[in-house]
T-cell receptor, first 117, second 111 residues
Framework: NAGVTQTPKFRILKIGQSMTLQCAQD?????MYWYRQDPGMGLKLIYY???????DKGEVPNGYNVSRSTTEDFPLRLELAAPSQTSVYFC????????????????FGNGTRLTVT | DAKTTQPPSMDCAEGRAANLPCNHS???????VYWYRQIHSQGPQYIIHGLKNNETNEMASLIITEDRKSSTLILPHATLRDTAVYYC????????????FGEGTQLTVNP
């Protein structure tokens, strides 16, 4: 299994440009998450999904959109990039609902480092 | 959302035990305590989780107080590679599948 794969690894955008951050997992996980991490800070939840066709907002959803048309893929869309969106973006997945004691920890990708100038 | 309090930073000497505290005074019911760590901008890595009993695995031990209001993650023989940010997470029963992180504790293991 490849686990959670994020592409691209790095990207530089100009203000106002759009892009899609890709996230794919091959573990048949229902639950998928997008986080952003600003320098020196903790992870902030952007959006999450509990299964194909179902998404919900996290702590910081403004400026982002997601879709979940398949179990495997959970892309994150930035429509009008702003400097405040400069961050490292992490995608994660898990099989069982988090927090219910299952031995099903979050699996994280290696991140996408995005700079908006 | 993350109902935990952790010190922002800690230091530990290499080879000694690292004891990382976490307060979760409002924990209730069937809420589990999870620990993750993040090594230098990599994706976070699961360490251990527990409900009431102390837990141990190949990475660490988790000690949960009897009233469950706090816990301690123990790295028995810290190495330089254990330098990381450690996150203690309690996931509310009402959160659905929403999973948020706090700021964590920056553990620095010194030679």
């Amino acid at each position: 299994n490849a686990g959670v794969t994020q592409t691209p690894k790095f990207r530089i955008l100009k203000i106002g440009q759009s892009m899609t951050l890709q996230c794919a997992q091959d573990m048949n996980h229902n639950y998928m998450y997008w986080y952003r991490q600003d320098p020196g800070m903790g992870l902030k939840l952007i959006y999450y999904s509990v299964g194909a066709g179902i998404t919900d907002k996290g702590e910081v959803p403004n400026g982002y959109n997601v879709s979940r048309s398949t179990t495997e893929d959970f892309p994150l869309r930035l429509e009008l990039a702003a400097p405040s969106q400069t961050s490292v973006y992490f995608c994660a997945s898990t099989f069982f609902p988090p927090g219910q004691g299952h031995n099903s920890p979050l699996h994280f990708g290696n991140g996408t480092r995005l700079t908006v100038t | 959302d993350a109902k935990t309090t952790q010190p922002p930073s800690m230091d530990c000497a290499e080879g000694r035990a690292a004891n990382l505290p976490c307060n979760h005074s409002t924990i209730s019911g069937n809420e589990y305590v999870y620990w993750y760590r993040q090594i230098h901008s990599q994706g976070p890595q699961y360490i251990i989780h527990g409900l009431k009993n102390n837990e141990t695995n190949e990475m660490a031990s988790l000690i949960i107080t009897e009233d469950r209001k706090s816990s301690t993650l123990i790295l028995p023989h810290a190495t330089l590679r254990d330098t990381a940010v450690y996150y203690c997470i309690v996931i509310p029963e009402t959160s659905g599948s929403r999973l948020t992180f706090g700021e964590g504790t920056q553990l620095t293991v010194n030679p």
